[in-house]
Every structure is written in structure tokens, then in C-alpha cells.
């Protein structure tokens, strides 16, 4: 029984934001343990080379897409059903982040952040709903990982208002997904990044040392950290867990202790 467990042979991935950092690691992740995977991701020539290069894994095809409208989700759903008729693993990893001050922070900044981290995670899934019912069995449920962040469990000292109120959102709406998607085999999860080295975290990409300091396993995150948690949520080994967000970080959200007051 466990020889399989991790296994991800005869399934098939899309991967948004899978041309660099955390997409990228996560679809290195699923092709080394046998998926077929697409990656999508707003630049073309980045997406068709990032694809090109994973190929050395397995199937990696380029579906590039501007997702932060309903209609780009729409496009993506219609191209990827034109390559296959069942989906099995939806990783709905694209994002977006805003800093600003307070009292200068943009509505253009709120709106394309929002839209990008939630309202297109919903509205892709929605879109592939079909496709993922066709796939999914009880004995082998499809499955939809939504990548939040620990922004979205803990506060951060930026002035991302918009990313992390998203991130929330993102956790909050993996339940309620997974409560309806369950009906249909398709179990919904949830993965909360903390320091992983990426252009969205330029801190731990630039000052990996000095970020590392800050974390309770004295270190920032490694790709096969992050390949590990998608593989074990999208194979069997995750077929239990259902709505809930897991998160990888290193103990910062749940095992960090505060300051001494009083």
C-alpha cells in the first residue's frame, strides 16, 4: 500500500503561476513523481521556457493565459479542454501583491490584487469544474490546492493591506470550496507559504541569511519543501484532508513565540 502512496502516475496537472517560484517547484514536484502537467502563466516566452525546461522530468506543456479576469479563465478552461477531456489536480497558485502606505494605498493596487488571489481562483475552478468531475472517483478524488500564505494566519510588518486580507479570503474560501466540491469527489485543500525565495518574496530571495534568522527552523524554504506538501495533497497520501491549509514555513505561523510583555 505505501509503495504508491506519493504516486502521481496517469494523472494530469495544471500548474497556474507555474513558470517561476513556488508553481514552479510544485510542478517540478508532480512531474518527478509521474504527472502530466500544464503550467500556465502571463508571459508567454517565460511560461514556454520554463515548460521547456521541466520537460526534462516528464510532460510539461506552456498554456500561457492573463488570469485576472473571468474571461482569461474562460480562455484557459477552453484551451486546456481542447487537450484533454478530464483534469485531475488544479493547483491555483498565480498572485499578486500590492505595498503601499496607508494612507496612499491604490484602489488599482486593491483591485488587481483581489482579483488576481481570489476572484480567479474561484472563477478558474469554476471553469474546470466539469472536466474535474469527469476525472475524479471516489477511489481516487480529484483535488484543488489553493496557495494562500502565512500573511494570511499571522500579520506581517508590510503594508500589503490587500494581499494579506486575500490570503484570508483564500484560506476561508478553501473551506467552503471543500464543503461543495467533496460532493463531487474533488477534494479541496490549501497550502500557506511562509519564506520561500521567489520574486513575490524578494526578502528571502536577496536575504535568505538574514530572513532565516527570523524562523523558528532557522532557515528559509527549499523547493523540495514546497514540491513535498503539493505531492502529498494531490496523491493518495492526501486523500483525507479536506478544506484544510496547511502550512509550510517553518513554525513561523503557528510556532513562533511572541515578545515578553508586562
Known sequence: MMKDLFSLEGRTALVTGGSRGIGKMIAQGFLEQGAKVYITARKAPVCDQTAEELSQYGECVSLPHDLSSVAGCETLAAELSTHETKLDILVNNAGAAWGADFDEYPESGWDKTMDLNVKSLFFLTQKLHAIMKAAARADRPGKVINIASIDGIKINPWETYAYQASKAAVIHLTRRMAARLIEDNICVSGIAPGAFPSEMNRAAK?????????????????????????????????????????????????????????
Open 206 to 262: 536577496d536575504m535568505g541569511e538574514a530572513v532565516a534568522k527570523m524562523i523558528p527552523a532557522k532557515r528559509i524554504g527549499r523547493a523540495e519543501d514546497m514540491a513535498g506538501a503539493a505531492v502529498f495533497l494531490a496523491s493518495k497520501a492526501g486523500d483525507y484532508v479536506v478544506g484544510d491549509t496547511l502550512a509550510v514555513d517553518g513554525g513561523v505561523a503557528y510556532s513562533q513565540i511572541g515578545q515578553a510583555w508586562g
